[in-house]
């Protein structure tokens, strides 16, 4: 089947760490770019992150950038956010997200992961 | 860095009707890389739409996508029960991506 289970989150201080994990199955992995993307509470979705298939490369929303660190195993089809100096702001679901070889369009998406920022 | 501004933020039409959503860019998007996506409560975002007007596996005809440039528009042909729900377009035409702000189309 075809999926990305994700794992991690939940409920953390201002400016701690989490890191957030996507295991990805079905398909071969090591083929696709990877993203993640968040949606705060009631409002739309922000794109965070991606990184390249072969993981040689990364770019990030300004938002994040110098906190967050996507990476990527393909030896084990798994996907990574490591979460730093977390803000009250980064309160959000995160997603996984497959995007297409062809374009940055996402026709996968993981379940989603609730991360709260809050003191 | 690309705005995508949608409109209107909610749309109340009753089963059987037309729906018209609009998603406006801050600057022209090349190759009509545009994407547009359905997202139910509690649920994930589904791909709807790519490239502006191809229709994703899954997705009834009454869906289409259309524009250029700036402009882009899905639209419903007939709304069905179970198309009432959140859409969010999204350029990829450059980093960064970013989607616009999302239309509710609810019952009336």
């Known amino acids: 089947q075809v999926q990305l289970v994700q794992s991690g989150g939940g409920m953390v201080q201002p400016g701690t760490s989490l890191r957030l994990s996507c295991a990805a199955s079905?398909?071969?992995?090591?083929?696709?770019?990877m993203h993640w993307v968040r949606q705060a509470p009631g409002k739309g979705l922000e794109w965070v992150a991606v990184?390249?298939?072969?993981?040689?490369?990364?770019k990030y929303a300004d938002s994040v950038k110098g906190r967050f660190t996507i990476s990527r195993d393909n030896s084990k089809n798994t996907l990574h956010l490591q979460m730093n100096s977390l803000r009250d702001g980064d309160t959000a679901v995160y997603y996984c997200?497959?995007?297409?070889?062809?374009?940055?369009?996402?026709?996968?998406w993981g379940r989603g992961t609730l991360v709260t920022v809050s003191s | 860095e690309i705005v995508l501004t949608q409109s209107p933020g909610t749309l109340s039409l009753s089963p059987g009707e037309r729906a018209t959503l609009s998603c406006r860019a801050s600057?022209?998007?090349?190759?009509?890389?545009i994407a547009w996506y359905q997202q139910k409560p509690g649920q994930a975002p589904r791909l709807l739409i790519y490239g502006a007007s191809s229709r994703a596996t899954g997705f009834p005809d009454r869906f289409s996508g259309s524009g250029s440039g700036t402009d882009f528009t899905l639209s419903i042909s007939r709304v069905e029960p179970e198309d009432f729900a959140v859409y969010h377009c999204?350029?990829?035409?450059?980093?960064?991506?970013?989607f616009g702000g999302g239309t509710k189309v609810e019952i009336k």
């Open positions: 999204q350029h990829y035409d450059s980093s960064p991506l970013s």
């Open positions: 990184i390249w298939s072969d993981g040689s490369d990364q």
């Open positions: 600057q022209s998007i090349s190759r009509n890389t």
């Open positions: 079905g398909f071969t992995f090591r083929n696709f770019p």
């Open positions: 997200a497959r995007a297409m070889m062809t374009g940055w369009y996402f026709d996968l």
